[in-house]
Every structure is written in structure tokens, then in C-alpha cells.
């Protein structure tokens, strides 16, 4: 009597399951990035101020420019900073610049220096000269600020004039 073998084809599933899964989880990490920040004293996170400062904001566009050298040992770190606003904060984006490789956008913003950030919001823009985040939060807070000053002068008790 001869005994037949039989073979579990669906054990032949399993290698292209997992393949499946592999690749999800390859596509989802590409589309969603995680980030956290295991270190005791939060060091690669944005500062609860710089939060509070973004979620103040109204939603509109925030874009900073950032003019660095490619060689710049500061560039990374300025990109990992700016990374961290843009994912605080949806309406944020970046660009690195290379100034030696594009003056026209270096003379039109004034740029007299590598390593100036320049912040645009609300068709106002300031530059930041420091890529530190307090006076990358500090800027972004005078540009979401909406105060224009207003100057009073006082007449007709002997006061000089404005324009004396």
C-alpha cells in the first residue's frame, strides 16, 4: 500500500504575508514620521515656551529660510531644529540654502551672512541671525504679534514740534 505525502500549501502563504506586512510597514513609516525624545531633559524637543508660541498661531503659512553652506557644521543641527517646528506646527515649512550656489534669493532677502534664517508670516518677515531656538521662538512671536506702534505728540503748551 503506498501512503501518499501531502503538502500544506498554505504554509507557502506565509513568507508572502509577512512580505505584505514588511512592506506596509515600510510604506506607513515613509508617510508618518515618529519622533521621540527619550532623553531626561527633552534635548531634542522643542521648549514648552516655542509650543505655546506655535499654537497661538493662526494657521496660516509659517516658512523659514535658512542660508547655510553645504559644508556648515551648523546646518544639521539647524535642519534637525527646523524639522522640530515643522512638526509642531502644521502650516511650517523650510528650505536650506546654499548662498554661494543661489545669490539671487540671497540678494533678495538681504541675507548679509551665513547662517541667517529668515521667517516670513503674514507677508511680514524678520531675520534671525542665531540658530538657537529661543531667538527662532522670539522672532516668531514678534511676527505673529499684531502691534504697530502708534506715537502721540503733545501741542500748544511750548512743546517743540516734530519735525524741529
Avoid at 505525502?5 to 506607513?28: H, N, W
Avoid at 512638526?87 to 536650506?96: C, I, K, M, N, R
Avoid at 538681504?110 to 529668515?118: H, L, P
Amino acid at each position: 500500500m503506498a501512503t501518499k505525502r501531502s503538502f500544506d500549501y498554505s504554509l507557502l502563504a506565509i513568507p508572502f504575508l509577512l512580505l505584505a506586512i514588511l512592506i506596509l510597514v515600510q510604506v506607513l513609516s515613509y508617510r508618518f514620521t515618529l519622533r521621540a525624545d527619550l532623553t531626561d531633559r527633552k534635548l531634542h524637543s522643542l521648549s514648552e515656551k516655542s509650543l505655546n508660541v506655535l499654537r497661538q498661531l493662526d494657521g496660516s503659512p509659517l516658512k523659514a529660510t535658512a542660508f547655510f553652506l553645504t559644508d556648515d557644521y551648523n546646518r544639521e543641527g539647524t535642519r534637525d531644529l527646523l524639522d522640530q517646528y515643522r512638526q509642531s506646527y502644521p502650516g511650517f515649512e523650510f528650505e536650506l540654502v546654499d548662498p554661494s550656489k543661489n545669490p539671487r534669493l540671497v540678494e533678495k532677502y538681504e541675507v548679509g551672512s551665513n547662517g541667517t534664517i529668515v521667517l516670513e508670516y503674514r507677508g511680514r518677515e524678520t531675520k534671525v541671525v542665531s540658530q538657537e531656538e529661543e531667538s527662532i521662538t522670539n522672532a516668531i512671536h514678534r511676527l505673529a504679534a499684531d502691534s504697530s506702534s502708534t506715537l502721540y505728540f503733545v501741542s500748544g503748551h511750548g512743546e517743540k514740534t516734530p519735525e524741529k
